[in-house]
């Protein structure tokens, strides 16, 4: 049996004209609990772990997506990004740059079958406590 890659969606970032506009039209019409970086969504796994989504307008001019062309970004949580990168890589996966390591977690970026950068994510949700 393969082992589990994605376990969930750890955020969703498109590029806005006026990300504050963006903000502030989902704080008032949606109820986001929005600051800076956006809104985060608590959440708590099937082991009643805390977990967060967060979701985030960027700038447009933005160049955290390239290589990508499009308009947005998919963050998807994993387990064991090392190891998942490694087997990505092996299948012919494209991969974007160096794993980086935060005391929230690590990251890692790849490019989908249509050239869309994705970024995994290996959360350390207890360091949102």
């Not at 740059?97 to 350390?124: A, H, R």
Request: charged share 35%; aromatic share 18%.
């Amino acid at each position: 049996m393969a082992k589990k890659r994605v376990t969930g969606i750890g955020g969703l970032f498109f590029k806005s004209e006026d990300p504050k506009a963006s903000k502030d039209w989902y704080r008032k019409h949606l109820g986001f609990n929005t600051d800076d970086y956006g809104c985060t969504f608590w959440w708590k796994d099937k082991k009643g772990n805390d977990c967060s989504t967060q979701w985030s307008p960027f700038e447009k001019k933005t160049s955290y997506f390239e290589p990508s062309k499009k308009e947005f970004m998919f963050n998807y949580r994993v387990e064991n990004l090392k190891e998942l990168l490694a087997t990505l890589k092996e299948e012919g996966v494209t991969i974007v740059g160096e794993m980086q390591e935060y005391d929230y977690g690590k990251f890692g970026w790849i490019l989908d079958n249509e050239g869309n950068k994705i970024e995994l994510w290996e959360p350390v949700d207890q360091a949102f406590k």
